[in-house]
Nanobody
Framework: QVELVESGGGSAQAGDSLRLSCVVSGRTFRTYTMAWFRQGPGKEREFVAYISWSGTSTSYADPVKGRFTISRDNAKNTVYLQANSLKPEDTGVYYC??????????????????WGQGTQVTVSS
């Protein structure tokens, strides 16, 4: 059974940093693209970033480019999201997800079949 467990969320002031982590079990982690999505209050779930299976390719949503960095440690089955220069509009529940197909990448949530439980990030001004 595939399981994703996030950690690292919390409350922050605008301009602060947080690092989110997601540990994956039950799938050959090193062959799958991983992604982070978020859902703000009253908003639909949106793409934040993905990283390819090897870590050599990344993609970011425009609102987080230059502020967030996605990375992975295949030896630890863990993906990270370093969120710097946080803004109040970054507030939401952050989810990690694993792509449904090995060696494929996509920003669409429909291409990810297992998700973590979510971790809350709250940024105040």
């Amino acid at each position: 059974q595939v399981e994703l467990v996030e950690s690292g969320g919390g409350s922050a002031q605008a301009g602060d940093s947080l690092r989110l982590s997601c540990v994956v079990s039950g799938r050959t982690f090193r062959t799958y693209t991983m992604a982070w999505f978020r859902q703000g209050p009253g908003k639909e779930r949106e793409f934040v970033a993905y990283i390819s299976w090897s870590g050599t390719s990344t993609s970011y949503a425009d609102p987080v480019k230059g502020r967030f960095t996605i990375s992975r440690d295949n030896a630890k089955n863990t993906v990270y999201l370093q969120a710097n220069s946080l803004k109040p509009e970054d507030t939401g529940v952050y989810y990690c997800a694993i792509h449904r197909r090995a060696y494929m990448s996509s920003p669409s949530p429909y291409d990810y079949d297992y998700w973590g439980q979510g971790t809350q990030v709250t940024v105040s001004s």
